[in-house]
């Protein structure tokens, strides 16, 4: 009987071990009925050793069906459940060989060789290893499983964590870490080469489309397809013991390879960076974690910080020197925050004709280019490098502003800050485009790029401003209307000195601060971590969020608008209204008490942007508007004796 126990010990069935079916409807061995010479706590011992038979063949069906299903590909595979399956297999072989010796024992012993004590004895860790084996993995291998990724290895630690049992624990932690190899040699082929080792989407940094589809790399002009939109971590995806800081650290230091490594048209790949050398020493670290028994969640964090650390100061090297980074925020800061003055009043001397006429939306970009060329080469004509022919002038439509306002609304959109640029006329629409050149959309992101072109439609527009009342100067000075000129010199005063606050005292100021941290540091994190705070400042301390002071200077560009307008009028002829002494006290007296209030509104702020100061100082170094409303009256009183 000791022959067909071992037999049935391996899952075999015969005429003493026959198949059944236990309580819980799994297949089982049990010694046939029929025998009437084997005594009832004989049966009971046999019966427990003819469960661990067949938990055994259990998992070996579990093992064999899913390496098979590699080949035959009928259902979703995963080289996570493969891992675990060979490790499983493994299990097996050191419980095959001990049944083997058994056998080769009662060969050699004849009949009086082997006892079921002996047997129980030799088995009696697999009595509890194989039956809590086959119960926890039997979900993670059932016909149809979705499992995969992350979740195997959250099988395989949970049940490693939760066995008391000294040998029992040893195996589940041997195939937690068969199953943790899968994703280090994922980890060798992002971090190390760049490249996505995933066959069967189930590494936590997958590669999708912006519509969510998979993708395979193309070629790209300014890297920010490959940086921004193609690469994301899949929170879903973790694995238990690598947090989300960690997952992001991953797939940063893969995109970086790939932008390193990548060539795009003429450039090439980077000459500053040794992929060769890196790929080395990536995969040494990595392998060194691997060759560890168990997975340390803070020796991962470790590693892949310092590859996470050698790559960003490479990546950071290689735009300040091979891409020229602070020549392109040069010309950013130049061309979108209008730091190129002359530019931009050569542009509107050119565009005057055309911007006094309504925008007509099919042709108004083609229309705004040809001053737009003759200003670049008249205030241009020494050479600016390739960075100049980057930027063009756009027209967009009210119309086609609002669908695109809903067509990008998301829900990460409610945490942006609320930006209200203050309308002025028909060509609110103009806007600037800039095309980023490889590698640089790694840094000038889709959200910086947004906020250059916020702040610059809110200096467009001030400055749009400033130039109509200059124009209103040029129109009447000599003429005898000095109250409406006293007005325009008011409200000329109070938008040059808005103008000059936030060039001079936000924007030039942080620029500089911009400047000293990238020469500082070679890191790409710091690099963008300090581009993106000088951005949100210049947009905070332009108030470009707060309603009231946009709501304010609004309401003072309607005002500017239409005296623009009136004269325009005047000076072509067709005279002045009726009732425009009137209007003009209304006007005079809407325009002090807008800027009554938009001092009131500003000194809220001194403590909280003490650049402020300068600003009001300027504007009210007579204490003029400390006597409120029914004080001295700005424009009909204080330059009552200027000669015009």
Known sequence: MIPDLLLALLGVSGDVFVPDVDADGA????????????QPHERQRLNSLATLGASYAAIDRMARREQLSVSVSTSKTSLYRRALAIGLTEVLGSYEAKILKLEQDVLRRGVAGGTIGEIESTLSDERIMLPMLCSNYSDVFRAGSEVSGGDVVRCARETWLRCGHPATRAACEALYWKVNQVMMQQLVGWCAYGK????????????VDPDGSMTKDGEEDDGSKIWHERYKVALERLPPGVELAAAESVSFIGRSVRILTHRSGDLGASSSFDAEEFAKRATVMIRGLAATGGFDPREFESVIERMRSDVAETLGRVLLNDSGLVAHLDNMCGFYFLGKGDLYSTFFDEASSLLSLAPKPGSATRDLSVPFSQAMMLAHQENDGNFSSSFRLVYTSALTQSMEKVSTDTPTAAFAPRVNVPDYDAWDGIGLECSVQWPMGIFFTAD?????KTIFKYLFRLRRVQYDLQQVWVLLRRSDLTRTLQLRHSMNLLIENWRAYIQVDVIEPEFQKLL???????????CTRAHRQYLAAVMAHSFLDVGSIMTIFEDIFALAREIFSTCSQYSSGQGLPADWEDRLSYLS??????SQELLTNLRAYVIEVPTLRTF???MSFNDHFENGSEGVNLTATQFDGLEM
């Open 589 to 594: 007296r809407q325009f002090e008490k807008n």
């Open 448 to 452: 910086a790029l947004d906020r250059y």
């Open 516 to 526: 000293q941290t990238i020469s500082s540091s070679s890191d790409f994190n710091q």
């Open 196 to 207: 996505l080792v995933d066959p069967n989407d189930e590494f936590f940094v997958r590669a």
């Open 616 to 618: 009001l100082l300027r």
């Open 27 to 38: 297949e089982t061995l049990v010694v046939a009925k029929d025998l009437d010479f084997i």
